[in-house]
């Protein structure tokens, strides 16, 4: 296994990043926080901030950053994050993103790599994604698990995401483009960006992403 790395995944949701990131904290052993996926897990739990943040999250709307900064500061501060860490989905604002220069002042970040795939593949790609439930393990229409549609790695029940509807897909890649895309010269102006093209079979992409990673190290 290779050493730890300190990394931000981007990209329009359905660039690949959830498959690619499963494969990077392989590679590099390193917790995979996403916060997509902690809001999900609080979702689901019921919790009252879980109650909260789905009013956002069915709206294609981002949180406030107070409070998703809040929540990343505390999950990098556990010890499984003391080697490393593969940042997907935060930030997704200039505010974020200088918070996380703060929080991050020991042991600051590598590189933020933007995975870049074209507006128009990626809405056909979220139309067709499924994920696990359970473990977030990601499928498609057309790469369902080996018995639809039942996880292959935790046996889960494979589904569509709430939010992968047409319109909140909508409102979320234009979220993206005002919010999210700003943030890409802001790490290229601090030198701290790679641009990959997500554009082609996951593992030649994820060989690209090793070459940029690794050129940077
Ligand atoms: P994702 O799975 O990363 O696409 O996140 C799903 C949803 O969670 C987003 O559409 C936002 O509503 C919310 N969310 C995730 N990460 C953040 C963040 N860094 N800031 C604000 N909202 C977020």
Redesign the pocket.
Known sequence: MAAGVRLIIFGR?GAG??TQCQRLVGHYGVPHI???????AAVRDGTEFGVK?RE??D???????D??VGL?AERLAQTDARGGWLL??????TG?AEALVEVTADAPLDLAVNLEVPEAVVVARISSRRVCSNCGAIYSTDRPPTNPWTCDRCGGEVVQ?D?DTEE?VRE?LA?YQDQTAPLIAWFASRAQLAEVDGDDDPDVVFDRLIVAIEARM
Do not use: E, H, N
């Open positions: 949701q990043k959830g996403s916060t997509g996926d902690m809001l999900r943040a956002f999250m709206a294609g709307k981002l949180l406030p950053d409070i998703m990343v997907d989905g935060f930030p997704r604002t974020q995401r939010d909140s979320r979220t």
